[in-house]
């Protein structure tokens, strides 16, 4: 049989609201939190050929020492009995270290991907359960667009998408390690992260949602935006405290940081504030050439999935999610 190949674009992701609760029995930390997809993406080519003895290769510039896409192929090759050789090629365009899911987008491409090109139905509970498994933001690209997160954020329920499209994505070069950025929340001032102990931050998610699940095209979410981790990722990295400052003073509403960080992004109204805004943080950085600030839109569900049926349409049939290889016997 030919080779079947394809190329997908792996979008990235920000939190609108991301609150920590208590850590669990099994050390994760319970989550609240609504992931959004944004239009910044890799571009991770597959090529599959069946053959008795499975090999697989990555071809990528960056220097990766975990490549999560290679644990989510290997894995479910496993699962679903999938032999064959997989070439994948990832052309990483999301900063890596910012929070942005990139490397966890890569590995859903991963497990969307290939079982269409090898002719196998798999469902979507098992690519589920590979993607928990590889990673607590994998599940969410398995379905894109806005979705309220919880548990270690693999249990998810689709929302409605809200409306941004001028939003300011910004990444310096400063690394946040999520691992720490969780203990550094164990350790605060309020070390009982329970919902008891802040009962306030958890009423402003629930509106966050509420306010999301009714939508109605308004615009008043964006006042109930949060992060957890700002607290003790600004307070350790004074620079990005400082960005997170420019993006406000330039008119965003409102700006975060994205997961553990160390990206931000900001929301604004017009696309020349973007501009704006773009241009101060490039002129006010250190060093040029060292930051990213790239103007970025929200990703609604529906173009989400259709980006994925029009890179497999070849190899599909039908529009089903997730997309179903027309090789199925
Ligand atoms: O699941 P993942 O490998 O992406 O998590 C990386 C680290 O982040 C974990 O080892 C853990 O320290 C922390 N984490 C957590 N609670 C979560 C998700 C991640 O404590 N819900």
Excluded at 104 to 114: P, T
Aim: net charge positive; glycine share 8%; charged share 25%.
């Amino acid at each position: 049989m030919e080779t079947r190949s394809v190329r997908v674009r792996a979008f990235a992701k920000v939190n609108l609201g991301l609150r920590v609760l208590h850590k669990r029995a099994d050390g994760y930390h319970e989550l609240r939190t609504v992931f959004q997809s944004i239009s910044l993406a890799d571009r991770l080519s597959i090529e599959f050929r069946p053959a008795r003895n499975t090999r697989l290769e990555m071809d990528c510039a960056a220097p990766i020492a975990d490549n999560l896409v290679l644990r989510a192929a290997k894995a479910l090759m496993e699962a679903a009995r999938i032999h064959g050789v997989v070439r994948f090629r990832l052309e990483k365009r999301i900063p890596m270290g910012g929070g942005l899911g990139g490397g966890s987008s890569d590995a859903a491409a991963a497990l969307l991907v290939l079982p269409v090109l090898a002719g196998k139905e798999v469902s979507f509970a098992t690519l589920h359960r590979i993607a928990a498994s590889v990673g607590s933001d994998v599940p969410f690209f398995l379905i894109g667009g806005t979705v309220l997160g919880l548990g270690r954020g693999e249990e998810m329920y689709p929302l409605p998408a809200p409306v941004a499209r001028n939003v300011l994505l910004v990444a310096p070069p400063v690394h946040s390690s999520t691992p720490e950025a969780y203990r550094a929340l164990d350790r605060g001032p309020e070390s009982a992260l329970t919902f008891t102990g802040r009962l306030h931050e958890n009423i402003k998610f629930q509106e966050l949602v509420r306010r999301l699940a009714v939508s109605e095209g308004g615009e008043g979410w964006k006042l109930y935006c949060q992060n957890d981790f700002e607290d003790v990722v600004l307070a350790r990295h004074p620079e990005l405290r400082a960005l997170r400052k420019r993006l406000l003073h330039s008119g965003a509403e409102p700006a975060l940081l994205s997961g553990s960080g160390s990206a931000l992004f900001g929301i604004f109204h017009t696309p020349n504030e973007v501009q704006q805004a773009r241009e101060r943080i490039l002129a006010g950085w250190r060093a040029a050439g060292e930051i990213r600030a790239e103007a970025v839109g929200f990703v609604s569900r529906e173009r989400y999935q259709a980006a994925y049926w029009r890179a497999l349409a070849p190899h599909m049939d039908g529009r089903l999610w997730p997309p179903r290889s027309r090789y199925d016997r």
